[in-house]
């Protein structure tokens, strides 16, 4: 297993020294910061395309490796341009690349040319990829007031509310959590002692008229009344209505007056009453036929 202990020697002081490499006069990066104090790094370069020496005019292909001088030229607003010198591995030419923010890409400065061999789809009937010059605005000054307006649309409706969402987002997840769980106990605790208050009158009610236990209380509030207002006057209604119909109703006979009849209809009647009694008495007592009993 390799080891990773270093050795400090018995003249280091680490208030002085601060680390090993201050103390043996070295760069943390070695050999390849002997020119930093001009601002040079000996950094890694790869080819991003076929080039031609301009010293010895052989061809170099696209991704050949060099031990390039890397140091800083300029700036494209805050994006630093950077310079990769080269020394060429067939002869003794130095050539000079630097990077291109605007356009995204390398160029070549000087000591080589670059095999072009890009395609232009300008050319091909397209549109140009990196046009960061705008010069061809809008003809129809409509047609940009357009524009301006479907922008200005899209920020309100689309951007404002995304922007919106994710500060609260962002709130959310970075606020103090000691605050935020305070806050939610504080609103627990309010929130326990209303509870205990209402279980107590609750009891109390319950106690005083003799309710079980398990019987749930309504909410003590307008709606609950006017309900229970309702309620008792419909039971109310429902008792008045089986307690008349339980009631012993009282009859009142009707006197009707008999039909006066003469002396002679009414002898006439009794008569024929008689004999329709003697008939019926002759007709039970009569005795057996003879020849039905010799039968």
């Not at 050539?95 to 070549?108: A, L, W």
């Not at 095999?115 to 409509?142: Q, R, V």
């Not at 009707?256 to 039970?284: E, F, W, Y």
């Given at each position: 297993?390799?080891?990773?202990n270093k050795y400090y020697p018995p003249d280091y002081d680490p208030d002085k020294h601060q680390s090993?490499?201050?103390?043996?006069?070295?760069?943390?990066?070695?050999?390849?910061?002997?020119?930093?104090?001009?601002?040079?790094?000996?950094?890694?370069?790869?080819?991003?395309?076929?080039?031609?020496?301009?010293?010895?005019?052989?061809?170099?292909?696209?991704?050949?490796?060099?031990?390039?001088?890397?140091?800083?030229?300029?700036?494209?607003?805050?994006?630093?341009?950077?310079?990769?010198?080269?020394?060429?591995?067939?002869?003794?030419?130095?050539?000079?690349?630097?990077?291109?923010?605007?356009?995204?890409?390398?160029?070549?400065?000087?000591?080589?040319?670059?095999?072009?061999?890009?395609?232009?789809?300008?050319?091909?009937?397209?549109?140009?990829?990196?046009?960061?010059?705008?010069?061809?605005?809008?003809?129809?000054?409509?047609?940009?007031?357009?524009?301006?307006?479907?922008?200005?649309?899209?920020?309100?409706?689309?951007?404002?509310?995304?922007?919106?969402?994710?500060?609260?987002?962002?709130?959310?997840?970075?606020?103090?959590?000691?605050?935020?769980?305070?806050?939610?106990?504080?609103?627990?605790?309010?929130?326990?002692?209303?509870?205990?208050?209402?279980?107590?009158?609750?009891?109390?009610?319950?106690?005083?008229?003799?309710?079980?236990?398990?019987?749930?209380?309504?909410?003590?509030?307008?709606?609950?009344?006017?309900?229970?207002?309702?309620?008792?006057?419909?039971?109310?209604?429902?008792?008045?209505?089986?307690?008349?119909?339980?009631?012993?109703?009282?009859?009142?006979?009707?006197?009707?007056?008999?039909?006066?009849?003469?002396?002679?209809?009414?002898?006439?009647?009794?008569?024929?009453?008689?004999?329709?009694?003697?008939?019926?008495?002759?007709?039970?007592?009569?005795?057996?036929?003879?020849?039905?009993?010799?039968?």
């Amino acid at each position: 297993m390799q080891g990773f202990n270093k050795y400090y020697p018995p003249d280091y002081d680490p208030d002085k020294h601060q680390s090993l490499n201050a103390y043996r006069g070295k760069h943390a990066l070695g050999d390849r910061a002997r020119k930093l104090d001009k601002g040079i790094l000996i950094t890694r370069f790869e080819l991003p395309f076929n080039i031609w020496c301009g010293t010895c005019n052989n061809h170099i292909g696209m991704g050949v490796r060099y031990n390039a001088e890397k140091k800083k030229v300029g700036a494209y607003y805050s994006t630093p341009i950077y310079s990769f010198r080269c020394k060429c591995h067939l002869c003794d030419g130095w050539f000079e690349i630097q990077t291109d923010p605007k356009n995204t890409r390398y160029v070549v400065v000087s000591g080589a040319r670059q095999k072009d061999e890009e395609w232009d789809p300008e050319e091909n009937g397209g549109f140009a990829i990196h046009d960061t010059d705008g010069k061809a605005g809008p003809a129809d000054p409509l047609a940009a007031l357009e524009k301006t307006t479907e922008a200005q649309d899209h920020v309100a409706k689309v951007q404002i509310p995304r922007i919106e969402a994710l500060q609260g987002v962002s709130d959310h997840y970075n606020n103090d959590p000691y605050a935020l769980s305070s806050m939610v106990r504080r609103r627990f605790r309010a929130e326990k002692k209303i509870e205990a208050q209402k279980r107590a009158d609750d009891d109390m009610i319950k106690g005083k008229y003799g309710l079980p236990e398990g019987l749930k209380l309504v909410e003590d509030d307008a709606e609950a009344k006017h309900q229970a207002r309702d309620e008792w006057a419909r039971a109310r209604m429902d008792y008045e209505a089986e307690r008349n119909s339980k009631r012993p109703r009282l009859s009142i006979p009707s006197f009707q007056p008999r039909p006066t009849l003469d002396p002679v209809s009414s002898l006439k009647a009794r008569i024929l009453d008689n004999t329709r009694r003697s008939s019926t008495l002759a007709s039970k007592s009569k005795p057996p036929d003879r020849k039905v009993l010799l039968k």
